[in-house]
């Protein structure tokens, strides 16, 4: 369908498995790829602690285990199956190691399985063509925040701050139509978020994350480690920039030594501090900040980042939309993009040189 035809709005099946490896989010959104008309239906299918440890395992690879993609294909189609309604899905699969400006990007899981499994057309594969094109293949849902942002009738620019693995920041003028236009969006990586926190927890308490951020509430940030951090080669460049859940992966050997209060409460710092100064760069100044992903409902976090950022800091909720599943429904609305030829990413989202699209097409 040509890009200047406007199209049907259908039911989409999205689909996320992130950083966090906690689990696999399916959403239903209701959408042409241009406009958000409805949301609809949700499920959460949880990894077990075995199953997050083989996912952990394969961190860094470039070619996942077999077991690991059979676990991937199946966790998504159990999710799937959770959810009716849907007449095409778009899955991001698991990322497992990304290096834009050297051996690409890797997402695992293959979108003709779920095609075989669930009878629809699944579009996968989203990042591929924004590194080949000499983007960042990331953040992607940018353009999915420009419609949300739309959606709620924001009339002033607004920040999305999604806070995974990985944070990553989203400043959307909602007054520009077209989010592939100059100045309707600037996105990028602010940091590491939840993944050094979620790793100390793992390795010190065996708990998956710090709930609340009671365990950091408790403790002292290091100062010195903080501004050693701060001075990260990272925090230098210019945004589009993006990351992988293990580029600050050293940051649990400087905290070695603090006690775990200590060592949760200079990581979670951490991560505040990357908002902080990754806010510096907006055009201008947004009138929130709304925050969606699991570092949503860490408390300590929350107040470290509103501590340092000059405007109101909430979660998305209160907008009346759903951080969970922010991300998979993010993907239900690139899906439709692709299936339309519409772009998906553009210079001031991954730094590729011009608007373009990408993913691949799988039929039912």
Request: aromatic share 8%; with cysteine; proline share 5%.
């Amino acid at each position: 369908m040509s890009a200047k035809n406007k199209a049907t709005p259908i039911w989409v099946a999205g689909c996320m498995s992130g950083t966090s490896l906690d689990g696999v989010d399916v959403a239903l959104l209701h959408t042409d790829g241009e406009t958000i008309f409805d949301f609809g239906d949700s499920y959460f299918r949880a990894y077990s602690k075995s199953e997050q440890a083989l996912l952990r395992s394969q961190l860094g690879l470039w070619a996942a285990s077999e077991a690991a993609v059979e676990l991937i294909e199946t966790a998504h189609s159990e999710a799937l199956s959770q959810v009716q309604g849907f007449e095409m899905v778009g899955f991001h699969g698991q990322t497992f190691a990304h290096d834009p400006q050297g051996l690409g990007t890797y997402q695992a899981g293959d979108g003709g399985v779920l095609a075989q499994i669930t009878g629809k057309p699944v579009v996968w594969d989203f990042r591929s063509n924004d590194v080949k094109m000499g983007g960042q293949g990331a953040p992607l849902a940018p353009f999915f925040h420009h419609a949300c942002a739309r959606y709620i009738k924001a009339t002033e620019p607004v920040v999305f701050l999604n806070l995974g693995g990985v944070g990553n920041l989203t400043w959307v003028d909602p007054l520009i139509e077209n989010p592939a236009d100059t100045g309707a969006l600037l996105a990028f990586d602010t940091g590491p978020a939840n993944a050094p926190i979620n790793d100390l927890m793992q390795t010190r308490l065996g708990k998956s994350y710090d709930e609340n951020g009671d365990l950091a509430a408790t403790g002292q940030v290091d100062a010195a480690l903080l501004g050693q951090f701060m001075r990260h080669s990272y925090f230098l460049k210019m945004p589009p920039k993006s990351l992988d859940r293990n580029d600050f992966h050293d940051v649990l050997a400087q905290v070695a030594h603090l006690n775990d209060a200590d060592a949760a409460a200079t990581l979670t710092a951490m991560a505040a501090a990357s908002v902080a100064q990754g806010m510096e760069h907006c055009p201008r100044p947004p009138a929130r900040v709304l925050v969606c992903g699991g570092g949503s409902k860490n408390a300590t976090l929350m107040a470290m980042i509103a501590a340092g950022v000059d405007c109101p800091v909430v979660p998305i909720e209160t907008v009346g939309l759903d951080g969970d599943m922010l991300e998979a429904q993010a993907f239900a609305y690139l899906a439709m993009r692709v299936t339309r030829g519409l772009p998906t990413s553009c210079p001031t989202t991954t730094g590729v040189a011009a608007a373009i699209g990408g993913g691949r097409v799988s039929r039912g």
